[in-house]
């Protein structure tokens, strides 16, 4: 019998979908490299643009930007991080950060969200509207919710907390 002994399931998609119901924990989550020494977000590398991207399209541009101390996607100057993240250049940041479907889809529904909202667009998002990677993913099915790798070692207990709260039938 295979085990399997390391899985993408849950997706940091499923997981940010989750922790955005999480709110006691917003304001002291942390996962910046740069920043780890002073607990902070740095608000300029890969690592805080890839969250910033993966729980926009549940929490608000707002909070969002109260969370991170910084509004990245109205940053000009994050557009090469942003095009590292989904894909316009080969090499993807040495970080910890998901992948780049998961960031397209992201930002796909974010901005979806945000123009059914009439609200303008961060500059950034006006930029990805530009992109290849845009059309590409803009009508793209969202597998993320659904899938769960049920081949793993997560004990039953944990693993039905984890199909109850991260993955939708």
Not at 66 to 75: H, K, P, Q
Not at 133 to 160: I, S, V
Request: glycine letters at 4%; a negative charge.
């Amino acid at each position: 019998m295979r085990r399997t002994f390391y899985t993408r399931e849950p997706s940091e998609f499923q997981i940010a979908r989750y922790f955005a119901g999480c709110t006691e924990y917003h304001d002291i989550f942390r996962s910046c490299n740069v920043g780890s020494k002073e607990d902070v977000w740095c608000g300029h590398c890969p690592k805080c643009l890839f969250v910033f991207f993966i729980l926009s399209p549940f929490l608000s541009h707002e909070r969002l930007c109260e969370i991170f101390g910084a509004d990245m996607v109205n940053d000009a100057s994050m557009i090469p991080v942003m095009e590292q993240l989904v894909g316009v250049v080969e090499e993807k940041p040495f970080e910890c950060v998901g992948s780049r479907e998961e960031v397209n889809t992201a930002i796909c529904m974010t901005i979806q969200r945000l123009e059914e909202a009439g609200e303008k667009l961060p500059v950034l998002f006006e930029y990805y509207k530009q992109l290849a990677q845009y059309q590409e993913y803009l009508h793209k099915e969202n597998h993320f919710f659904t899938g769960y790798e049920e081949e793993n070692l997560l004990p039953e207990r944990f693993a039905e907390i984890v199909r109850k709260n991260c993955c939708m039938a």
